[in-house]
């Protein structure tokens, strides 16, 4: 259902999915505009707090390499991933682009 609800957020600005093979990318959605190529993984969590620690550090170098696997495959487009956050509470979703480092 989190998913869902991401993805409506995502097609309201614009997004389109975007089918590439479960092997190259794994995210909970793959989406596209334009030439940008964007890589969300969606997690919901009870609370805002939980919800920011949702994704470990496993994830977070599995996401990168998927990036990177995108970005060759696509090469005139732009690769960014993001997480997306739902919780039951106001602010209820919120993106945060992730950053390699």
Request: with cysteine; charged share 20%; net charge positive.
């Amino acid at each position: 259902m989190a998913e869902k609800a991401a993805l409506v957020s995502y097609l309201i600005r614009g997004y389109s999915v975007l089918s590439v093979s479960q092997h190259l990318a794994q995210t909970d959605l793959t989406l596209r505009r334009g030439s940008l190529i964007l890589l969300v993984e969606v997690k919901y969590r009870s609370s805002q707090q939980r919800a920011h620690l949702a994704l470990t550090p496993v994830q977070y170098q599995r996401l990168h390499r998927q990036a990177r696997s995108v970005a060759a495959r696509y090469q005139s487009c732009t690769v960014r991933l993001e997480v997306c956050l739902l919780f039951p509470h106001y602010p209820f979703l919120q993106r945060i682009p992730l950053q390699e480092g």
